[in-house]
């Protein structure tokens, strides 16, 4: 199995865990490849590396790979999107953030997740990625998102409105600090701390969900991924945000953006015997009461 290894900085408490990593792939994988700026990282912190090869790049990942692993938080798991993009290669998160939605495989599970990979008792679940149209430069080339692509007032306390069609009909016109669509795996993200619903992860739908609106009676609302949605934004400073998960951009008012569903996902690894509905009682304390 050929291993590539993305990552960004981390406290010192997980050296050792990040060490025994690499000991172990060492010893497992026939070809290891570290992207360049994490080797810089890693030499930082003085961890030994085994023979390895540098990569930067989708090309060099998608030729010299089978599956990535993501050490970080779940913000580095979104970055490694700019990297898989449509190669199919599964992504497994090794957790030394917080939350660790996506990053889901804690410090102390990482030499049992491993023995896991590596006898191939894992299962690959395709999660679903947006697709962004516009006559925007997006920066690397990269319109693509796993968790949510949002639009957001730029610089004043003025509110944006954001014309919405979905599949070219009139759904409404938003006015708020800004709308959230988001598919089933962010909705444990930015859309669930704009009051939107948690949605299973392999439910085929998105989630519409305004940011602040200034109507009491509009509500996040749940829809088909297999729509057209068009937005169209007004704005008093002539510009508004644009934003794919993590990286954000700023454009013109009036410019209209068209969201479709990707026609390729995201393959995220799950280790045998993890479960959705045991992450969210873990992450977010569900049932933590002493009546449980």
Partial sequence: MRIAIYGTTFNDEFIPDI?????????????LIIHKDFIKELKNFSIPLPEHSAFSDHEQLKANADVLLSIGGDGTFLNTLNLVRDSRIPVLGINTGRLGFLAYVSAEKIQSSLDLLFSKKYS??????????????????????????????????SMVIIHMEVDGKYLTSYWA?????STPTGSTGYNLSCGGPIVYPNTECLIITPKAPHNLTV???????????????????????LSMDSRSMS?????????????????IIRPEGSSFYRTMRRKLKWGADIRN
């Fill in 177 to 181: 600090d800004g709308l959230i669509i």
């Fill in 19 to 31: 060490t025994a990593l690499f000991e172990r792939v060492a010893k497992e994988a026939s070809k």
């Fill in 251 to 267: 454009c013109e008012s009036e410019t209209e953006i068209i969201i479709r569903k990707a026609d390729f996902p995201m393959c």
């Fill in 124 to 157: 690959v679940k395709n999660r679903t990625l947006l697709q962004v149209k516009s006559d925007l430069a997006f920066p690397d080339g990269n319109n693509l998102a796993l968790n949510e692509v949002a639009v957001h007032k730029k610089d004043s306390s």
């Fill in 219 to 241: 509500r996040p609302l749940v829809i088909k991924d297999d729509v057209e949605l068009k937005m169209r934004v007004e704005c008093r400073d002539d510009q508004f945000l």
